[in-house]
């Protein structure tokens, strides 16, 4: 509380020295701003920014770091009576001492005699730390502000360079930020990988990549059955891919056709009123899909398929008949369908802006030779926006390859080989799901199990996106 107080006192002495050095400099040309080398604008935020910038860094690392620092602090002390615990109970004792400095409610550990003492010495170390680094965060800003004041006010003259110096400012946030971003991607993949090659010690890849039965268990004794457990993901990929299938078969040929339709056939009224119509499903969340394919599209599916199944038993397919009459609400159809669905607005619409794109001299040379509306959009239009329709697709794919929540309530959760779209199969991200799901150890091949999935999800997704950007650059450099 104490630091977001100090950031808006921070915030309003930054805002009055704005005003104060911009009209300083208005004073210092008699209230002439084309006499001064800079916009106004520019001598405030250039003050403004050497009053705020470092002194709220001081303030944002204390509240970031002054916990991780109060806690160093306070093992760093020697005591007897807790060099006798183990690293858990340590653990749990110190933070039992900050929990009881804040105020809050501890754990049930009972603490007796020395390690009563040096309890109650913790939480007053630990209060006192806090403390310290609180007010000393809030001096040192203090100072860093009025330093800053000092340093930047005798500057404002009309000659001086203040956009300049602005811009170097805000030229170094923006690679603070690229610089963030790739940190940050970096540092995911780098313990994706790390927890991938963890658990590929325990599992051979070979037998991970090319492996046929996925039953992840880790058992309690040494002699109990499938005590090693099963680690083929192939079934995973057959699922994953196979529900990946149906939904390119709704979404590529619905949302191809509509975009079409958009931008070739409709009124300008009814794009204003279809497109919308059709990118309300983009907001919809997944969940809801979910919910839409496991209450509705799943039993009329049953019911359909139960009631062919009732005509054939007892004719010539009755084997198929029987199967059919026993197929489930949860199946590989039902979740391709509805994700097919969730689609549609995303294909369409790339689609559309992709169709846009076309030249219009393209079209008015086909009609002008003659063509009909139909035979430009087969010879001429679909032709020459191909490579971008398939980026497109493309991308399409990748976001159904990384689709969970239909998938788990639409499919099932059984691991199984097959191409059945009747059959109940799931993926890799569900598995992912429910690998990481309640508590896990992370030293054992069920959970790492979740990384390598993790790793070759990225791997493939990786690979789909470079070949759609790879397109949309062609098309790029052909139309642009």
């Not at 330093?147 to 923006?174: C, H, M, Q, Y």
Request: net charge neutral; hydrophobic share 55%.
């Amino acid at each position: 509380m104490l630091t977001w107080v100090a950031l808006l006192a921070l915030a309003l002495f930054s805002g009055a020295t704005f005003f104060a050095a911009r009209r300083k400099a208005l004073a210092a040309v008699g209230g002439r701003p084309v006499a001064l080398h800079s916009l106004p604008g520019y001598y405030g935020g250039y003050v403004a920014i050497w009053v705020a910038v470092p002194a709220a860094l001081i303030l944002l690392l204390a509240a970031g770091f002054g916990g991780r620092l109060e806690a160093g602090l306070l093992r760093s002390a020697d005591v007897p009576a807790i060099k006798g615990m183990d690293s858990q109970q340590q653990d749990v004792f110190f933070n039992d001492a900050v929990t009881l400095s804040l105020g809050g409610q501890p754990s049930e550990t009972l603490y007796e005699g020395a390690q009563k003492q040096a309890l109650d010495a913790a939480v007053n170390k630990a209060a006192h730390l806090r403390d310290q680094i609180t007010y000393s965060a809030l001096g040192a800003a203090l100072v860093l502000a009025f330093a800053g004041a000092a340093f930047a006010l005798p500057k404002i003259r009309p000659d001086f360079r203040a956009r300049n110096s602005v811009e170097t400012w805000i030229a170094g946030l923006f690679i603070l930020c690229s610089v963030t971003a790739v940190l940050t991607t970096v540092g995911i993949v780098g313990s994706l990988v790390w927890e991938s090659w963890r658990f590929f010690q325990s599992v051979s890849p070979i037998d991970f990549l090319f492996g046929m039965d996925w039953d992840p268990q880790i058992a309690m004794r040494t002699d109990q059955y499938a005590s090693s457990g099963a680690f083929g993901a192939v079934p995973l990929f057959i699922g994953t891919f196979l529900i990946m299938f149906i939904a390119m078969l709704v979404a590529a040929p619905v949302g191809l056709f509509s975009a079409i339709y958009l931008s070739e056939y409709a009124s300008p009224l009814a794009r204003a009123v279809v497109k919308p119509l059709l990118e309300i499903l983009a907001g919809v969340p997944t969940v809801v899909y979910g919910f839409f394919a496991a209450l509705t599209v799943g039993p009329l599916f049953r019911e359909f398929f139960n009631a062919i199944g009732a005509m054939l038993i007892g004719g010539g397919l009755d084997g198929l008949g029987v199967y059919l009459s026993q197929v489930q609400n949860q199946m590989a159809l039902v979740a391709g369908a509805v994700m097919g669905v969730m689609l549609i607005p995303f294909v369409s619409s790339l689609s559309d802006d992709i169709i846009n794109a076309v030249p219009q001299s393209l079209r008015d040379g086909s009609l002008a030779m003659g063509a009909t509306r139909s035979e430009t959009i087969k010879k001429v239009v679909l032709p020459a926006a191909l490579p971008g329709i398939m980026a497109a697709m493309l991308l399409a794919v990748s976001r159904a390859v990384g689709e969970t929540m239909i998938v788990t309530m639409a499919a099932g959760l059984q691991a199984n080989a097959t191409i059945n779209p009747l059959d109940t199969v799931t993926t890799v991200t569900v598995q992912i799901v429910t690998l990481l799901t309640g508590d896990q150890e992370f030293d054992s091949p069920k959970t790492l199990a979740a990384f390598g999935l993790g790793l070759t999800l990225f791997v493939v997704t990786l690979t789909l996106n470079i070949i759609a950007l790879r397109i949309v650059q062609r098309y790029r450099e052909q139309y642009d």
